[in-house]
């Protein structure tokens, strides 16, 4: 089944405990992104990555890191957590290097985070 | 810059009535739109997009949504709500051809049996 997942589904930690949240798709896709969702807020995106080696920040990239090592992975990683980092995370990916405003993004199921 | 609004929080509708949820976009380019869905404890769905052609695009689960260029929207609508039709909807807009999605804050939808 075409999907992409992420891990942990929850998690809570305390502030400064660096923690990684996982992302991982099976459709060979070279465009993958990072979103947070608040109340509110609608979805903001942290990090997108066009390629492997190729990222890049998105609206709220501070106190978030990125890598793409491999096609299929793209961990999003929080060196040291705050309280206002607690959120949904969604990680999504798409198909095609090319520039093509046509893409439609395929979804985590998401992965709730409380920073205390 | 590009942005979405969803002027309504919530919209909350009877079973079998029709279902509308509203969308406004505001960008530099030729607008890309987008309609995705959130059930509770999922990740977001796509429903149907514009990119060019009719106005009036068909997407899944009977759902469809207008463009309207002078007035810059493209709202949601479905001739007769479901109960299962209760989700989290987000509207999203790309500009021209860029990859930058850019989401409204989403509205709630409750269909009552």
């Known amino acids: 089944e075409a999907q992409v997942t992420q891990n942990p589904r929850y998690l809570i930690t305390v502030t400064g405990k660096k923690l990684t949240v996982t992302c991982s798709q099976n459709?060979?896709?070279?465009?993958m992104s990072w979103y947070r969702q608040d109340p509110g807020l609608g979805l903001r995106q942290i990090y997108y990555?066009?390629?492997?080696?190729?990222?890049d920040k998105g609206d709220v990239p501070e106190g978030y890191k990125v890598s793409r090592k491999e096609k299929r992975n793209f961990p999003l990683i929080l060196e040291s957590p705050s309280p206002n980092q607690t959120s949904l995370y969604f990680c999504a990916s798409s198909k095609s290097r090319a520039r093509s405003g046509a893409n439609v993004l395929t979804f985590g199921a998401g992965s709730r985070l409380t920073v205390l | 810059a590009q942005s979405v609004a969803q002027p309504e929080d919530q919209v909350n509708v009877a079973e079998g009535n029709p279902l509308t949820v509203k969308c406004t976009y505001s960008?530099?380019?030729?607008?890309?739109l987008f309609w995705y869905v959130q059930y509770p404890n999922r990740g977001l769905q796509f429903l149907l997009k514009?990119?060019?052609?009719?106005?009036l695009v068909k997407g899944s689960y009977g759902f469809e949504a207008e463009f309207n260029k002078s007035q810059t929207s493209f709202h949601l609508k479905k001739p007769s709500a479901l109960v299962s039709d209760s989700a989290l909807y987000f509207c999203a807009v790309r500009d021209g051809g860029d990859y930058k999605l850019s989401f409204g804050a989403g509205t709630t939808v409750t269909v009552r049996a």
């Open positions: 960008v530099s380019g030729n607008p890309y």
């Open positions: 514009y990119i060019t052609g009719d106005n």
């Open positions: 459709m060979n896709h070279e465009y």
């Open positions: 990555s066009m390629n492997v080696e190729v990222t």
